[in-house]
């Protein structure tokens, strides 16, 4: 069956890790688009300001504090959207935390928080959402990354949780689509670097600041991709020249994309003392900003 899918101003669109960076881009321009919000994330204070920056502008939103590690937390969730607006057309699974360090000096405590995170959060957001998207048909979005088919050094461990993200969508997607033949288009987002507070959100075991290597691309684009897929499906949407060129050489040729990968070590570092390398693996960051520092190497 051919998922039916809603134009975004028709939309109760759910938006996990809603309080910062592509997830508060997303939130914000569906919002402006005329959708309803239902946002989550573990800043509370920064999803209360964000509802009602939306209700003022004329638009529907509530806002729900909720770890997306904690699967009851997220079905109580979908139960209050449904409560709150009668549906779910599209649920984004975008909340996700960072470690930078080499995976023989992480912790393993601090990994397995990520992968609670990165991975079981998707998990938990999808299985919540599914039954409320078959009902009515929708969309389900998981935002992977350019390394769920790359990877990246000193930031091994979300790689691994990025392409943990990328097998389960994929075989959610074959068992939801062409299985049961459901009213459901489940797509995963690859961005490349974007320019968010994700480095300054990151667990830091480096004797220097994290930062993303050069280029980044805009929340903005990531956020259009993800509301394109909202409208209209998709499979995998890579987002990004950098996502399209390193993914397919991972594919094609691993051994160039293990030695370009190599060269991203000191790219990842700032030239000055790290800021917070707790970050906000086990708090919420409360930052309620889309883009990082404001500059290039942000």
Same mark, same amino acid.
């Given at each position: 069956?051919?998922? =039916?899918?809603?134009? $975004? ?10 309080? /910062? ?6 939130a914000r321009m569906a919002a402006e688009r005329g959708a309803s919000l239902v946002l989550?994330? *573990? ?10 920056? #939306? ?8 806002? $729900? ?8 937390? @997220?079905? =109580? ?29 992480? &912790?393993?405590?601090?990994?397995? *928080? ?12 999808? @299985? ?20 769920? &088919?790359?990877?990246?050094?000193? %930031? ?19 068992? #939801? ?10 797509? @995963? ?17 480096? !004797? ?5 290597? !050069? ?11 993800? @509301? ?6 998709? *499979? ?29 070590? &000191?790219? =990842?570092?700032?030239?000055? /003392?790290? *800021? ?14 889309? %883009? ?7």
């Open positions: 069956m051919k998922p =039916q899918l809603k134009p $975004i101003a028709q939309q109760v669109i759910v938006v996990t890790g809603a309080s /910062s960076g592509i997830g508060l881009c997303t989550i994330a *573990r800043s509370g204070a920064v999803l209360e300001a964000l509802a009602a920056e #939306i209700t003022a502008a004329g638009g529907q939103a509530i806002a $729900i504090v909720a770890d997306v590690a904690d699967r009851a937390r @997220l079905d =109580q969730a979908a139960l209050q959207a449904i409560e709150k607006f009668g549906r779910i057309d599209t649920w984004i699974n975008d909340a996700g935390v960072a470690i930078y360090g080499r995976l023989d000096k992480v &912790d393993e405590k601090d990994s397995r *928080r990520l992968f609670d995170t990165n991975f079981w959060g998707v998990v938990n957001g999808s @299985l919540a959402a599914l039954p409320f998207l078959k009902a009515g048909g929708g969309a389900l979005i998981n935002i992977g990354s350019e390394v769920s &088919d790359a990877v990246v050094p000193l %930031q091994g461990m979300y790689s691994a949780s990025k392409h943990a993200v990328k097998g389960f969508t994929d075989a959610l997607r074959v068992e #939801i689509e062409d299985v049961d033949k459901s009213p459901v288009s489940v797509t @995963l987002i690859q961005p490349t670097a974007v320019d968010t507070p994700y480095p300054e959100h990151a667990k830091n075991y480096m !004797d220097k600041e994290p930062k993303l290597p !050069d280029p980044m691309i805009d929340p903005q684009q990531v956020a259009e991709a993800i @509301l394109k897929a909202a409208a209209e499906g998709g *499979r995998d949407v890579k987002v990004g020249a950098m996502a399209v060129m390193n993914t397919t050489i991972s594919k094609l040729m691993p051994s160039l994309g293990d030695a370009m990968s190599a060269k991203q070590v &000191d790219r =990842q570092q700032r030239d000055e /003392s790290p *800021r917070n390398p707790h970050g906000a693996l086990y708090e919420a960051s409360e930052s309620g900003r889309v %883009q990082g520092r404001g500059d290039a190497a942000s």
